[in-house]
């Protein structure tokens, strides 16, 4: 019996163009209820990252694709097929690398293999919506001699930002400061200047702040005033706005915002022409605002959702949704004044005629620091087979 150990040392969550880094130990392991322990073979060990793509068959249509060699290989259980059994398409797959061959460990003895590649930064992001989803997984292959191939699948998250892809490092840091006692590798050295590049283009673009007055009007004059100071965040942020009804005409008697995202399929892989698009809420706020001249709302931005992004198949936008119920009465009108001597008692009325309308606020929300990310990621960093 063979242990089996992945694991991705910054966690499960990384940027498209960073270097995945996962050592993998293989233990022979030492029983103490074990009679008789004997030494354990390995043929070889192989490590690949895969992208597999699927879609709903009821709202996207696909062309056909061509799997008849994909198919010979999954029947041959000789061949390292990393994606075999999943569901959907392989769109994305680096080159398999070869961790050791012939590999012999007596009882109690481990041996560890560090696996790196770059995240291709054109991949799509991951994404599990209505439609379609992209899933990534780290898929290490192992075999014994004459055995069939045991795959331990590791599966981690992808974020994407764009403006990474056409950054070019400088070729000369003569200049820069380092440590002659210190080695280190030149894909690891650019892998941290990119997380840091990707940590000063966000900083950047969501911290610009610039006033936004909207007025809320409907048919019958101006119900109030909403003001909001950004409209570019982070995942992990939150959206703040407020309201001014005190400038109203109409009165609002209540109000909802709610912070979704719009998952729409391109036109020309959509089942139905005109199909309607798929909405997700991630955050709601509700208040009865009668006579209110002041509000706001705090919407927090889910680590775990995806940031808007664009693919040929599949688009994802943020927005605001906002729900007004408007009264169709004056303000004087909306309570009743009770008799009383000493004090005065207001009594709202039981029935009036209401108006309803909504409004629609497009944002932009873009990844984070994928290390914060990976505190609320669902995936362990951490997954093993025995073989």
Not at 220 to 233: L, N, P, Q
Not at 333 to 357: I, N, P, R, Y
Request: aromatic share 8%; hydrophobic share 35%; net charge negative.
């Amino acid at each position: 019996m063979i242990e089996v150990l992945a694991k991705l040392g910054r966690g499960p969550v990384f940027l498209a163009g960073e270097v995945l880094e996962c050592v993998i130990t293989f233990t022979n392991p030492l029983s103490a209820s074990s009679t008789s322990a004997s030494s354990e073979m390995l043929a070889w060990a192989s490590a690949q990252i895969h992208c597999q793509f699927h879609a709903s068959e009821n709202r996207v249509a696909l062309p056909p694709s061509d799997g008849s060699k994909h198919d010979v290989q999954a029947e041959n259980e000789t061949v390292f097929v990393p994606n075999r059994g999943e569901r959907g398409q392989c769109i994305l797959s680096t080159p398999p690398k070869i961790l050791f061959c012939d590999l012999r460990l007596d009882p109690g003895e481990s041996k560890s293999y560090s696996y790196c590649e770059t995240l291709p930064v054109d991949a799509p992001p991951s994404f599990r919506g209505q439609s379609v989803k992209y899933v990534y997984k780290l898929t290490v292959g192992c075999q014994r001699v004459n055995s069939p191939i045991k795959l331990l699948r590791v599966p981690f998250r992808v974020l994407v930002l764009h403006g990474l892809k056409d950054y070019q490092f400088p070729q000369d840091e003569a200049v820069a400061p380092s440590n002659p006692f210190l080695e280190e590798e030149e894909g690891l050295k650019k892998d941290s200047r990119l997380a840091d590049l990707a940590t000063e283009l966000l900083m950047v673009a969501t911290s610009r702040r610039s006033l936004h007055l909207y007025n809320i009007s409907n048919t019958r004059g101006k119900v109030g005033t909403f003001c909001i100071f950004k409209t570019v965040y982070k995942i992990g942020e939150d959206v703040i706005g407020t309201f001014k009804f005190s400038e109203g005409d109409i009165p609002c008697l209540q109000f909802s915002v709610s912070l979704q995202t719009e998952e729409s399929i391109q036109e020309e892989f959509q089942r139905r022409r005109g199909q309607p698009v798929s909405f997700t809420v991630h955050a709601r706020h509700q208040e009865s605002c009668l006579h209110t001249t002041q509000s706001s709302f705090s919407l927090p931005i889910p680590l775990s959702s995806t940031p808007g992004f664009t693919t040929n198949i599949v688009s994802l936008k943020w927005r605001l949704h906002f729900e007004f119920v408007t009264s169709g009465e004056s303000a004087a009108t909306c309570l009743v004044l009770g008799s009383q001597s000493e004090a005065v008692t207001w009594t709202g009325v039981e029935q009036m005629e209401v108006d309803t309308f909504s409004w629609d606020l497009p944002i932009k929300v873009l990844p984070t620091n994928p290390i914060l990310a990976s505190y609320v990621s669902q995936f362990s960093s951490t997954n093993s087979i025995t073989i």
